[in-house]
């Protein structure tokens, strides 16, 4: 009988160098898990918002309660980031905020007219401005969810597999013959956002010099420049619908309207109220307000037409880098430097959900047209489809770039595949549904800072660190 082989008890290695982890050494290692998720989520929902309130709880920590020149809104952020870089702070606090609750609830008068308890969450009160804003999003956005509906209705009463396969198997094809038809240098400084008119062949750009150029996207011609559109860094970019307005935001802190006709420039308005760096401007779908995000750990909702802010919205514990509306416009979703998305109903102002996953700030995010996805890109170098039907779900993760994903967006049409660009230097190509790459384009010779598709063409811009706008063509689409 053949001798069974295998290791004898008597053979194995004793580790006699072993050094058992003490209680001291457990502690410390569950404090510093303890202070991580602490910084992550930043436990901002537990901060109150009474002034008064939170320099009592400055004071009981053992810091000045104000500093000079600072308001309401700095001190709550300054208390958000004693409590998360310090663990013996954020118990300490933790311990305040019991005693001062159980002060609240004996000093309150329990009979069935009292107030309800005061939520902690910053909000802006509603004017006669923003109700009707409300009102208008609210009527928009069942409209347009009911049509959205009744199409994916009709499409899966019409499903047929071998229609379905065969139509995407020729787009992947025609997605892998993507090729660079042009590029042009056409700043002094990196170009940090492109995006192609809804309807024209135009594109508009921006740079970090403050400059903005419109540009023909078929031969690169330039249309018109505006050198000190902003002081510093261009964040955003936007069309109007009717392609006559151009909105921006900048490194100075502002949103500024230009009017755009026969290959002329001119700025209109300027919207004040940031107070740091303007990352990123987008139009909401009704056309008539305007969504800014920013440095200052807010984002704002602007009325158009009458040159107004009618919504500031606190929440994140970092900047804020980029936001985007829902297809139906009733959601904004923000993200920014604190590595969490956030999605707000504008219809109520509250903050719904939180998407808490990514490792490092997420830069970009764009939501699929069938309503209940979002993309995210992070500086993780991953892209995170995120599933909202089911805030317990996880969500799904694409490892795109080999290093920071700085834009995401999904085709505009039906939403079967995500693009994205990174400082790898590549555009990538997934599907949405498999997640699996389908085409890589390689051409940028410095880091990519953004990208834009076009719904009415094969068109793919992009820019970045090289200083020029390159076009990505496929004709056979």
């Not at 329990?110 to 401005?129: I, K, Q």
């Not at 109700?131 to 409209?143: E, F, G, P, V």
């Not at 740079?207 to 249309?223: C, F, P, Q, T, Y």
């Not at 307005?245 to 009017?259: Q, R």
Request: hydrophobic fraction near 35%; proline fraction near 2%.
């Amino acid at each position: 009988m053949e001798e069974k082989k295998g290791i004898l008890l008597e053979d194995l290695e004793i580790d006699l160098d072993h050094i058992p982890i003490s209680n001291q050494d457990k502690t410390s290692i569950n404090d510093k898990l303890s202070k991580i998720k602490i910084q992550r989520h930043g436990r901002i929902f537990d901060i109150p918002t009474d002034d008064i309130q939170i320099m009592e709880i400055l004071k009981r920590l053992g810091v000045e309660g104000t500093l000079p020149n600072e308001n309401a809104r700095l001190r709550r952020e300054r208390l958000i980031g004693i409590i998360s870089d310090d663990l013996t702070l954020f118990k300490k606090f933790e311990g305040h905020m019991k005693e001062l609750d159980t002060t609240n609830a004996n000093n309150t008068l329990s009979d069935d007219d009292g107030d309800e308890e005061e939520e902690e969450e910053f909000y802006t009160v509603a004017d006669d401005d923003l109700i009707k804003a409300r009102k208008l999003i609210l009527q928009y956005s069942i409209t347009n969810s009911m049509k959205r509906i009744k199409l994916e209705k009709e499409l899966a009463n019409n499903f047929n597999w071998k229609n379905v396969l065969a139509s995407k198997r020729n787009l992947k094809t025609g997605l892998k013959r993507y090729e660079l038809t042009g590029s042009q240098v056409i700043a002094e400084r990196p170009v940090s956002v492109v995006k192609l008119a809804p309807q024209s062949k135009l594109l508009a750009s921006g740079s970090w010099d403050g400059a903005i150029s419109i540009v023909d996207n078929m031969n690169l011609e330039r249309k018109t420049h505006f050198q000190a559109a902003h002081v510093g860094k261009i964040g955003g970019i936007e069309w109007s619908n009717d392609e006559a307005y151009l909105f921006t935001g900048g490194e100075d802190c502002l949103v500024k309207v230009f009017g755009y006709e026969k290959n002329d420039l001119t700025s209109i308005d300027t919207l004040k109220g940031h107070q740091g760096r303007v990352s990123d401007v987008k139009l909401h779908p009704l056309g008539k307000y305007l969504g800014s995000s920013s440095f200052d750990n807010t984002w704002r909702l602007w009325d158009i037409e009458k040159k107004k802010e009618i919504l500031l919205q606190e929440g994140h514990s970092k900047e804020i880098f980029s936001l985007a509306f829902h297809t139906d416009g009733s959601l904004t979703a923000t993200a920014g430097f604190d590595s969490i998305g956030m999605i707000w109903d504008l219809r109520s102002g509250k903050n719904i959900m939180n998407l808490i996953g990514h490792a490092k700030p997420i830069y970009s995010l764009d939501w699929a047209p069938n309503g209940y996805q979002l993309a995210t890109g992070s500086g993780d170098g991953t892209i995170k489809i995120w599933d909202l039907r089911n805030k317990e779900s996880n969500c799904a993760s694409i490892f795109a770039h080999k290093n920071l994903v700085t834009s995401v967006q999904y085709e505009k049409n039906n939403g079967g595949f995500v693009f994205s660009a990174g400082y790898d230097k590549l555009i990538k190509i997934h599907d949405s549904k498999t997640y699996e790459s389908v085409a890589t384009l390689e051409g940028h010779t410095e880091k990519i800072l953004t990208l834009d598709t076009s719904p009415i063409s094969n068109l793919i811009v992009s820019s970045g660190w090289d200083r020029t706008v390159k076009i990505w063509d496929n004709d056979n689409i």
